[in-house]
């Protein structure tokens, strides 16, 4: 009922930085959470940063302090920055969403993104 369009992503310089972005549509009352979650090969995946609708952020301590997150209710999108980018950073990020749909018979559940590929590399 929902599907999350992923943009941005792709190769970048170490030190350099980078704008992720989320956009949520479909059978949507709320977002109650929108953000971005990581894997990197042989890896868990890993919180990156979540906010809430409501204004509550969460980071994740590999990027705590050079990560923005913000978002757009009206157009439920979530957008990411990151900033001082490492090798270390190089990962599949996943936008991640919990829904509460319009139509009340859904249960609200999670989505997720299909990734989006991140490489910092010179």
């Known amino acids: 009922q929902v599907q999350l369009e992923e943009s941005g992503g792709g190769m970048v310089q170490p030190g350099g930085s980078l704008s992720l972005s989320c956009a949520a549509s479909g059978n949507i009352f709320s977002t109650v959470n929108m953000g971005w979650y990581r894997q990197a090969p042989g890896k868990q995946r890993e919180l990156v940063a979540t906010r809430t609708s409501g204004g509550l952020t969460t980071y994740g301590l590999s990027v705590k302090g050079r990560s923005t997150i913000s978002r757009d209710n009206a157009k439920h999108t979530v957008y990411l920055q990151i900033t001082s980018l490492e090798p270390e950073d190089t990962a599949v990020y996943y936008c991640?969403?919990?829904?509460?749909?319009?139509?009340?018979?859904?249960?609200?559940?999670?989505?997720w993104g299909q990734g989006t590929q991140v490489t910092v590399s010179s």
């Open positions: 991640y969403a919990y829904i509460n749909h319009l139509d009340t018979k859904i249960p609200a559940r999670e989505y």
